[in-house]
């Protein structure tokens, strides 16, 4: 898998139910991102979780981190039309003395009233 | 009202012909970001800044320019050897990038500037 590599790509659910997105990625992390894009706009930064984390929650999203899968996962409960989205995890990576961010290629979600 | 802006959020440019992306920020944060995100993908980093008069390539740098003489002020410029510059481009910032200052690397996104070549 790539470096942040989202999966599904797509994800169509009703309102109300539960969405779940995962991230996989290859080398270490100092911590893991998740960011929010609705359609032709920027991003905005949903939640951090830390390496030596394993669960985050803020309001209806949820993450956790496996490092020794090197996975996460997004879970956003009793979802809203206003949730469709792509969400996109980014790992963030130690490189010559700065840090920086590998972005995946996201999870369009669609939620359907 | 702090954030970081983005001018313009359209632009048409003419095979050929350099132009140059405007992205400001008055949150006085350190570091400063240009990506590029291409349909249905993910962000690539193009060139980023940890502190004024400072910048570094990122993965993608070739036919672009930055310039970093102000705090709050990241140009970038799309030149004429950028073969594919038909893109959305994304500037961001944080509070610093800089390893000691690991707690603080959330990134903050401008609107974003769509060019297109003509």
């Known amino acids: 898998s790539q470096q942040g590599e989202e999966d599904p790509q797509a994800l169509s659910i009703q309102e109300g139910e539960n969405a779940t997105m995962n991230c996989s990625y290859k080398?270490?992390?100092?911590?893991l991102q998740w960011y929010r894009q609705n359609s032709g706009r920027g991003l905005v930064h949903l939640i951090l979780?830390?390496?030596?984390?394993r669960e985050k929650h803020s309001g209806r999203l949820r993450v956790t981190l496996d490092t020794s899968k090197k996975s996460s996962s997004l879970l956003i409960t009793a979802s809203r039309a206003a949730d469709t989205a792509s969400y996109f995890c980014?790992?963030?990576?130690?490189?010559?003395?700065?840090?920086?961010?590998?972005f995946g290629k996201g999870t369009k979600l669609t939620v359907n009233p | 009202d702090g954030g970081i802006t983005q001018s313009p959020k359209y632009l048409f440019r003419k095979e050929g012909q350099n132009v140059t992306l405007s992205c400001e920020q008055n949150?006085?944060?350190?570091?400063m970001y240009w990506y590029r995100q291409d349909p249905g993908q993910g962000l690539r980093l193009i060139y980023y800044?940890?502190?004024?008069?400072?910048?570094q390539k990122g993965d993608i740098a070739e036919g672009y320019s930055v310039s970093r003489e102000k705090k709050e002020s990241f140009p970038l410029t799309v030149t004429s050897a950028q073969k594919n510059p038909t893109a959305f481009y994304l500037c961001?910032?944080?509070?610093?990038?800089?390893?000691?200052?690991?707690?603080?690397?959330?990134?903050?996104f401008g609107p974003g500037t769509r060019l297109t070549v003509l």
């Open positions: 949150l006085n944060h350190d570091a």
């Open positions: 979780i830390r390496s030596n984390e």
């Open positions: 961001a910032s944080s509070i610093s990038g800089l390893v000691f200052a690991s707690s603080y690397n959330e990134q903050f």
């Open positions: 080398t270490s992390i100092n911590n």
């Open positions: 800044s940890q502190i004024v008069n400072d910048f």
């Open positions: 980014a790992t963030e990576l130690t490189q010559g003395g700065s840090e920086k961010l590998v």
